[in-house]
T-cell receptor, first 116, second 118 residues
Framework: AQSVAQPEDQVNVAEGNPLTVKCTYS??????LFWYVQYPNRGLQFLLK??????LVKGSYGFEAEFNKSQTSFHLKKPSALVSDSALYFC??????????????FGKGTTLSVSS | EAQVTQNPRYLITVTGKKLTVTCSQN?????MSWYRQDPGLGLRQIYY???????DKGDVPEGYKVSRKEKRNFPLILESPSPNQTSLYFC?????????????????FGPGTRLTVL
């Protein structure tokens, strides 16, 4: 079965410092991987996705993520955090071989708190 | 502006009173889906639709119905709401329905509907 683990409920970082939000996944085949962000009282916004090719994916708002097949990870990173990055972050996976329409499988979310 | 809209944004109701949450997208997407978000559980899919008149159950369909009579609309119906359906609901859409690249497509989410069933 497909699954996503976000091992940290909360990540705290000071403004200007690098941030990492961790995600590991489990699928029986090759994955499509996504990161979404949810700001308070807002819907989910797409940040970036990995389909194939370069393992380092760059996305919106200066975020990037690195696909590591051997570690089955897709950690979200940003070189310099902003207070405005404070939000709830979700990692999601879909197995490539699954039929279209299959749900994205979401992690439980990680709350990122950036202090000034 | 390309968007997914949901109405209402907030709803408080009582057990057993039928309700409908509407969802509409203006991107001509074939695929639409409903999720519920609960603390500590992430998002779980309720129902999805590959195109007009094509719907199927997701992971947590019990107590819900959907319909897809038009491409842009995908309402979520709770015939007899119960307190365990108190949750935050999201509608999403994407353009791909076929295998391969289609389901790597990004899903675009609505703003959410916070439902409380008393």
């Amino acid at each position: 079965a497909q699954s996503v683990a976000q091992p940290e409920d909360q990540v705290n970082v000071a403004e200007g410092n690098p941030l990492t939000v961790k995600c590991t996944y489990s699928v029986s085949g090759n994955p499509y991987l996504f990161w979404y962000v949810q700001y308070p009282n807002r819907g989910l916004q797409f940040l970036l996705k990995y389909i194939t090719g370069d393992n380092l994916v760059k996305g919106s708002y200066g975020f990037e993520a690195e696909f590591n097949k051997s570690q089955t990870s897709f950690h979200l990173k940003k070189p310099s955090a902003l207070v405005s990055d404070s939000a709830l972050y979700f990692c999601a996976v879909r197995e490539r071989s699954k039929q279209a329409g299959t749900a994205l499988i979401f992690g439980k979310g990680t709350t990122l708190s950036v202090s000034s | 502006e390309a968007q997914v809209t949901q109405n209402p944004r907030y709803l408080i109701t009582v057990t057993g009173k039928k309700l409908t949450v509407t969802c509409s997208q203006n991107m001509n997407h074939e695929y639409m889906s409903w999720y519920r978000q609960d603390p500590g559980l992430g998002l779980r899919q309720i129902y999805y639709s590959m195109n007009v008149e094509v719907t199927d159950k997701g992971d947590v369909p019990e107590g819900y119905k959907v319909s897809r009579k038009e491409k842009r609309n995908f309402p979520l119906i709770l015939e007899s709401p119960s307190p365990n359906q108190t949750s935050l609901y999201f509608c999403a859409s994407s353009s791909g329905t076929s295998g391969g690249a289609g389901h790597s497509d990004t899903q675009y989410f609505g703003p959410g509907t916070r439902l409380t069933v008393l």
